[in-house]
């Protein structure tokens, strides 16, 4: 493979997407093939259970197209079901504090997971090898094994997490999490420890043979669903045969002479084109880079953003988003006249030492082919099914646990179930209970 090119965050999942467009893949056949690595070697960063956006580019066969893949609320979920638990929010805004823990750690903490779900969808209308030869690499590193890095050691590590579960007992909740991930004194593997998941390496088998059916409807979904009845979780059998993924053409906006593509909401997509529409406004170029009245600008235009977010940013299904007002050159101008005139608004919701960490892979190969996508598993659960060897998401932690709220985010079936809303400067679009939620705190990728 010459003249393309993988950007990710981790080194074997990019030798991963390499080799396999080496053998004559394309950029969605690499995309897939370094996420499905990824899901091996940065387990609790993301993996097959976890959720995203992707956004896929087929010059040639004239495709251009967003795949939103949130995680669903389970239709057990029910608006007041946890309004008795409710001690607070995190302390950067980003998710919600029960007692227990229950919607941050362990079972009731997951969300229906559509990862691999696009991932297949993807592989199998785009790529140009056969799926099991994508899944391939994924399944070697399971079988092989691999060392933990620094990166994967620094996030393993990690105890303060601003209200949140700390990484190390979401790591070791399970029989497998121990086993796998952890030393023998209950502390996380470090730098140079080696992990081998042979039990992840024989689920993807059954993926690589019966593709997304095999973990939605076959041997895996069975197998899973049981798992979550007898600890009481609320995904089910029926949450995952009917979760849809959604494939729309992008949103698109301008930026001076330049064209924009990106994802809708509830995607974080409309948030940076609103940025860009009112900077647009303003002479950058002839104020000093990174001088106090250039971060004043920029700063209060993403004020702004978040603002218009959190007032009006929602899952579409639901909610009435004011997509062509917030972008419109009208508003923009309406938005630069009062930064111009000095007025500022606040947002408290800011937490500076939140972690900037995400999974994200983007890939372009040699006919001008491009995908770029964020997949992850939010803040995880910890829960590993015994024998199945991969983590589920644990985005349950992001909804609004307060009946009456409005309602924000993706919903796994009727208007009774409560709706979902995304938490994090990473991807992570989710979605779970309170019939009716808050806006949420960040942008999706």
Not at 70 to 83: N, V
Not at 171 to 182: F, P, T
Not at 395 to 414: E, H, K, T
Request: with cysteine; net charge positive.
């Amino acid at each position: 493979m010459r003249r393309g090119m993988i950007c990710a965050a981790q080194p074997e999942s990019t030798e991963a997407g390499a080799l396999v467009m080496r053998a004559g893949g394309n950029a969605v056949d690499g995309a897939i093939a370094c996420a499905l690595t990824a899901g091996v070697v940065d387990p609790m960063m993301t993996g097959i259970a976890g959720f995203g956006s992707g956004q896929i580019y087929l010059p040639a066969k004239g495709v251009h197209e967003f795949i939103d893949f949130h995680g669903k609320t389970p239709a057990a979920a029910r608006p007041d079901m946890w309004a008795h638990l409710i001690e607070g929010e995190t302390r950067d805004g980003f998710g919600f504090v029960l007692k227990g823990r229950v919607n941050d750690l362990g079972y009731q903490s997951i969300t229906v997971p559509g990862s691999l779900k696009a991932f297949h969808e993807a592989q199998t209308a785009y790529g140009a090898l056969p799926w099991a030869q994508v899944v391939q690499p994924a399944i070697d590193w399971a079988e092989r094994g691999w060392l933990v890095t620094p990166h994967v050691g620094y996030w393993w590590a990690i105890e303060e997490q601003l209200g949140r579960v700390a990484n190390p007992e979401r790591l070791r909740l399970s029989r497998s999490g121990r086993a796998l991930y952890c030393r023998p004194d209950g502390s996380p593997k470090r730098v140079g420890d080696t992990v081998r998941n042979p039990e992840l390496a024989e689920t993807l088998r059954k993926i690589a043979k019966g593709g997304a059916d095999a973990f939605y409807r076959g041997e895996l979904a069975e197998r899973i669903a049981e798992d979550m009845r007898r600890h009481g979780g609320l995904l089910s059998a029926e949450d995952l045969a009917s979760y849809r993924t959604s494939h729309r053409p992008p949103l698109w906006g301008t930026f001076r002479d330049w064209r924009l593509a990106t994802n809708h909401p509830p995607g974080g997509g409309l948030m940076l084109l609103e940025m860009l529409t009112i900077l647009e406004q303003f002479d950058l170029k002839a104020l000093e880079h990174n001088s106090a009245a250039y971060l004043r600008i920029v700063s209060e235009v993403m004020k702004r953003a978040v603002a218009d977010k959190e007032a009006h940013v929602g899952d579409p299904a639901f909610v009435e988003v004011p997509v062509e007002r917030l972008l419109s050159k009208h508003y923009a101008k309406a938005v630069a006249a009062e930064i111009r005139a000095g007025r500022r608004i606040r947002i408290d919701r800011v937490g500076l030492d939140e972690p900037k960490d995400t999974t994200h892979v983007a890939v372009i190969d040699r006919d001008g082919n491009a995908v770029t996508m964020t997949h992850t598993l939010g803040m995880p659960s910890g829960v590993i099914t015994d024998g199945l060897g991969f983590m589920y998401n644990g985005a349950m932690s992001v909804f609004d646990p307060r009946p009456g709220a409005r309602a924000r985010w993706p919903r796994a079936r009727a208007a009774s179930v409560p709706s979902a809303r995304p938490w994090c400067s990473e991807p992570r679009d989710c979605a779970p209970p309170s019939g009716r939620r808050a806006a949420p705190r960040s942008p999706s990728a």
